[in-house]
């Protein structure tokens, strides 16, 4: 059974961090490309960052550029982002997503987790 797991959102002021988790079972992690997105209220869903199954391409938005990093570690199936420099306009649910693709970072993703809220205040 597939399940992609987030995990590490919460409640942080605005110039915080937090550190985004998700894992994947189910699938051979190690040739997955992933990627998190995220969505706030009343918007459409954006690509935060997408990482290569190998971790040598990597891929940000321009708005998350220079503040948030993502890597893997396949050994333990886990995905990471590394939020710094939190803004209240990075309020969101943050969602996982993977694929198994050709291309280094899939542009479609069959298997997506059910996201974890990331909150900025001001």
């Known amino acids: 059974q597939v399940q992609v797991v987030e995990s590490g959102g919460g409640l942080v002021q605005a110039g915080g961090s937090l550190r985004l988790s998700c894992t994947a079972s189910?699938?051979?992690?190690?040739?997955?490309?992933i990627a998190w997105f995220r969505q706030a209220p009343g918007k459409e869903r954006e690509g935060v960052s997408c990482?290569?199954?190998?971790?040598?391409?990597?891929d940000y938005a321009d708005a998350m550029k220079g503040r948030f990093t993502i890597s893997r570690d396949n050994a333990k199936n886990t995905l990471y982002l590394q939020m710094n420099s939190l803004k209240p306009e990075d309020t969101a649910m943050y969602y996982c997503?993977?694929?198994?693709?050709?291309?280094?970072?899939?542009?479609?993703?069959?298997?997506w987790g059910q996201g974890t809220q990331v909150t900025v205040s001001s």
């Open positions: 990482i290569h199954w190998r971790g040598d391409n990597i």
């Open positions: 189910g699938l051979t992690f190690d040739h997955l490309g």
């Open positions: 997503a993977a694929a198994y693709s050709g291309s280094w970072c899939p542009t479609t993703f069959k298997y």
